[in-house]
């Protein structure tokens, strides 16, 4: 069977991980936004074989960027990082499939684009670490925390997809 059945009713909002239905939070940054490459970007998770279930395009506000990025509030560059994401129109997603937060990051490359090999959504488009255009989670335990941050349930599409050609 394919298990899409099993959970055709409801996947839970923040997914479940370790199956096809692990979810993930990916967040095009402002630059990302104001260079036009939102297209581009969300291409590469769509070809990749990845489900589109969760976007929508919104200006953070800085206490949500500094919600958001709370881990790192410790940081040299925490006030600069939260000026930065909220300093324009951010999209904000929700992508499904097995193993999407791992293999999220590893599309996405290494925080410092001179350090993301090309190929990569950061090694292909940016250049410094202060503008590297995209946000991914960085475990199955952030991504429940910022799909829960970002989404609500209605903000959320269950659809089937071509997924039975996806996994075997
Ligand atoms: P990632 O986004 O790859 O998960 P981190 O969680 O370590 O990386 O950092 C969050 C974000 O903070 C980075 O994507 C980047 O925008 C910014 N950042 C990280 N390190 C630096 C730095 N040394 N100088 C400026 N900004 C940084």
């Known amino acids: 069977?394919?298990?899409?059945?099993?959970?055709?009713?409801?996947?839970?909002?923040?997914g479940v991980p370790g199956t096809k239905f692990e979810r993930t939070f990916i967040a095009i940054k402002p630059d990302g936004v104001n260079r036009g490459l939102v297209g581009e970007i969300?291409?590469?998770?769509?070809?990749?074989?990845?489900?589109?279930?969760?976007?929508?395009?919104?200006?953070?506000?800085k206490a949500q960027a500094e919600e958001h990025y709370a881990d790192l509030s410790t940081k040299p560059f925490f006030a600069g990082l939260c000026n930065y994401f909220s300093?324009?129109?951010v999209v904000a997603m929700v992508w499904e499939g097995k193993g999407v937060v791992k293999t999220g990051r590893t599309l996405i490359g290494a925080t410092n684009p001179a350090e993301s090999t090309p190929g990569t959504i950061r090694g292909d488009l940016c250049i410094e670490v202060g503008r590297n255009i995209i946000h991914g989670s960085d475990s199955t335990d952030s991504a429940k925390a910022e799909i829960t941050l970002?989404?609500?349930?209605?903000?959320v599409a269950e659809y089937q997809g071509n997924q039975t050609w996806v996994y075997e």
């Open 1 to 14: 069977t394919t298990g899409l059945v099993a959970c055709a009713d409801k996947t839970p909002l923040v």
């Open 42 to 61: 969300i291409c590469r998770f769509e070809r990749k074989g990845f489900k589109l279930v969760g976007i929508k395009i919104l200006h953070p506000t």
């Open 87 to 89: 300093s324009g129109a």
């Open 150 to 155: 970002w989404f609500k349930d209605s903000e």
